[in-house]
């Protein structure tokens, strides 16, 4: 299949969006990781297990469509570039995630002391902005 027959990159619009919501969603992705880690969530936060479940299979399935073996004449699109760092980057985070939950109550106590103004803070505007 040619590069210009591929709906993933002759269709401008949904192009445009899935180069969007890769883009989007790693920064939301570091975003709760940082906020994890400073202590923000007392335990990891709801809906991780389906979110982390759901971007997993969006990110192989478009991995095997865009680069499976049957696939003539293909040519790499910065989308392309970009799913692949993300995916990488993103399994990364997720391994560093589940390896600091699995020694959460011994870290957590060290980093809280230097984070937890820094949380409280993050509170008082949220609950500024939200009330």
Known sequence: MAADKDILVSNKFIYNLQYTFVRWFRYITAL???????????????????VKFIFEFLI?????????????NMVLTDLDKEVAFTGGEYLLIVSLVDVLAGYEDKIRPKVLHYTQPLVDYIKVVFEDVFN
């Open 32 to 50: 709760v990781v940082i906020l994890y880690i400073i202590g923000f969530f007392a335990k990891v936060p709801v809906g991780y297990t389906e």
């Open 60 to 72: 192989a399935l478009f991995l095997l469509y865009r680069f499976n073996g049957y696939r003539k």
